[in-house]
């Protein structure tokens, strides 16, 4: 199985600043990677799908880049709303499979 | 709007089965595959597996083999995922969530979640 590797585990920072979450793949996905953001006691919502490409209705302040085995996801100035646990998940390989998690937390 | 909705909480014993219930609307429920993806108290999200709702074909995650059987009314919109011979470790929410196009495995929406708790 693929193992993704998210870091750092939790980030801190106040509004307006600039976030940049990683992920890492134990071999080569090739653009396959989304990103999904889970607010507390909330389903998932796709972000970012194929390293790069913004999900419908996603707010332009959310960018991916990465190809390979490492992948970025920037968040270009933090809103109070962007408090939540991020996901990376690729689609290279079965079974399809999900990082730990990053935590973005909003001071 | 696309929307999918869950069936509600469960509670089982150990060996038992649980069936849970996707209910799909404002798309056509054929045209796009539907996934299961669950998550323990705490814990990250675990792919379970696919259907392809036009034609009922399955995909199922190594893990979950022999387990799990994933099914779909059409009449009816909706999909199905059951999982049998629940352990403790089977406690978690479990989200049915639609592929963004056809049978790509990209996910979006997702339903609200269905939690499943195993306890003697």
């Known amino acids: 199985d693929i193992v993704l590797t998210q870091s750092p585990a939790t980030l801190s920072l106040s509004p307006g600043e600039r976030a940049t979450l990683s992920c890492r793949a134990s071999q080569s996905v090739s653009s396959y990677l989304a990103w999904y953001q889970q607010k507390p006691g909330q389903a998932p919502r796709l972000l970012i799908y194929d390293a790069s490409n913004g999900a419908t209705g996603i707010p332009a302040r959310f960018s991916g880049s990465g190809s390979g085995t490492d992948f970025t996801l920037t968040i270009s100035s933090l809103e109070p709303e962007d408090s939540a646990v991020y996901y990376c998940?690729?689609?290279?390989?079965?079974?399809?499979?999900f990082g730990g998690g990053t935590k973005v937390e909003i001071k | 709007q696309v929307q999918l909705v869950q069936s509600g909480a469960e509670v089982k014993k150990p060996g038992a089965s649980v069936k849970v219930s996707c209910k799909a609307s404002g798309y056509t429920f054929t045209d796009y595959y539907m996934h299961w993806v669950r998550q323990a108290p705490g814990q990250g999200l675990e792919w379970m597996g696919w259907?392809?709702?036009?034609?009922?074909?399955?995909n199922y995650a190594q893990k979950f083999k022999g387990r799990v059987t994933m099914t779909r009314d059409t009449s009816i919109s909706t999909a199905y995922m059951e999982l049998s011979r629940l352990r403790f470790d089977d406690t978690a929410v479990y989200y049915c969530?639609?592929?963004?196009?056809?049978?790509?495995?990209?996910?979006?929406?997702w339903g609200q979640g269905t939690l499943v708790t195993v306890s003697s």
């Open positions: 998940q690729q689609r290279s390989n079965w079974p399809l499979t």
């Open positions: 969530a639609k592929s963004i196009v056809g049978a790509s495995n990209w996910f979006d929406p």
């Open positions: 259907i392809n709702p036009n034609s009922g074909g399955t």
